[in-house]
């Protein structure tokens, strides 16, 4: 990772003391910056001058962040809507108020909050509208609310908003053993839902734990083992791999069943366009809504509604608010497979790509994480 550092200066305004941020001048942000599709080790490191918020706008100090499979996808170019290089990733976070914005009240600073940002939060200081803000329990680390920000919002809305599972349902979750996946599972045995999870034979023994009939992904009749757990067909799919094996996800539901897509995890790594596996899948899924089968197949985008802004956030503090409450209440896990330091963005990346892990890599401030903490997620340079 390339490190480089802003010149540094006082910045001048002309506010007056009743519309000025609550900021000090002096403070300096790292920002992990993404420059183009680049390896890992070409993330760079960047230190500037920390954002001032405006009207309607808070400062967050970060104390976590994630990787999720949306940077993953970013740094290949891959991500369906993702901006123009370079930009700065990091799709949620969680942190304290360190300053506010005009229009904001200032008994906010020193609160802890999460906020869904999508890109931006892959830094130490961010600006985000207070009325995105969802505040974090006391008794709740920040890594541990972390995991629950984007994955808790997504799990909740797709059991819960899109699949409308039910006690005794039976549901298949593929890739149970990661961020939206661990969620998934826990949030559907809280409602009393059955649950057979796909992933490596490494992760089984956890998923028992959970209450989870795990399956090998690897094997090669995958879907002819899922049949013979539940012959009668699933309530629901949640299937984040998307490519060809959807079809065989589509199958898999009994009359009245919902396949929930939210990902195309099998197309990570092909080449050519970002949009043309999404735009098949997003075909496919209509045409199977137009057949009369009496099964429904949806694509799940945590960001759908924000144009109705109110309702939007609405929904997601509410929904977000219930994870966190069932996380206080020790009813969910927090599966933090790794807490990293922002500076080792690289390492975070390549842990979290390695599929090794169970859970989701967290990113926290340099100061935060203990030595022999970090697993070994392979070399990085710095200038």
């Not at 990661?178 to 490494?202: F, K």
Request: hydrophobic share 45%; net charge neutral.
């Amino acid at each position: 990772m390339r490190e480089t550092h802003a010149a540094e200066h006082q910045p001048t305004s002309t506010a007056t003391t009743e519309t000025a941020p609550v900021t000090t001048a002096t403070t300096i942000t790292t920002e992990i910056v993404l420059p183009g599709v680049v390896e890992v080790d070409g993330l760079e490191v960047r230190h500037v001058a920390a954002p001032t918020p405006g009207r309607g706008e808070v400062l967050l100090a970060m104390e976590a962040t994630g990787v999720s499979f949306a940077e993953q996808q970013m740094r290949r170019g891959k991500y369906y809507d993702q901006p123009p290089f370079p930009f700065v990733p990091g799709y949620d976070l969680v942190g304290r108020v360190a300053a506010t914005g005009p229009g904001v009240d200032p008994a906010l600073a020193g609160r802890r909050f999460a906020a869904l940002t999508k890109t931006g939060g892959w830094a130490s200081h961010v600006v985000v509208a207070a009325a995105d803000l969802v505040e974090v329990p006391d008794s709740v680390s920040s890594a541990d609310a972390e995991t629950l920000v984007v994955n808790g919002i997504t799990a909740w809305q797709m059991l819960h908003r899109t699949a409308k599972v039910e006690a005794g349902d039976t549901i298949v979750v593929l890739g149970a053993n990661g961020g939206v996946g661990s969620a998934l599972v826990q949030l559907a045995r809280i409602a009393e839902v059955r649950v057979i999870g796909t992933a490596s034979r490494r992760h089984h023994d956890k998923l028992r734990e959970l209450g989870v009939t795990p399956v090998d992904y690897r094997d090669p009749d995958l879907h002819g083992r899922l049949r013979v757990l539940a012959p009668n067909g699933v309530r629901a799919v949640f299937d984040h791999v998307g490519g060809e094996g959807v079809v065989d996800s589509f199958r898999l539901l009994a009359p009245g069943g919902t396949l929930v897509s939210y990902g195309t995890a099998s197309t990570r790594d092909a080449a050519g366009s970002s949009k043309a596996p999404v735009l098949k899948l997003f075909a496919r899924l209509a045409m199977w809504n137009a057949m009369p089968n009496s099964r429904h197949a949806h694509f799940f985008n945590i960001w759908a509604g924000k144009r109705r802004a109110a309702a939007f956030r609405e929904r997601l503090r509410t929904d977000l608010g219930q994870v966190f409450a069932l996380l206080a209440e020790g009813r969910i896990r927090p599966q933090v497979a790794a807490r990293v330091p922002l500076s080792r963005a690289a390492d975070a990346m390549r842990l979290a790509e390695s599929g090794t892990v169970a859970g989701k890599v967290v990113l926290v401030p340099d100061s935060e994480v203990l030595e022999g903490e970090v697993p070994d997620g392979g070399r990085t340079s710095e200038a």
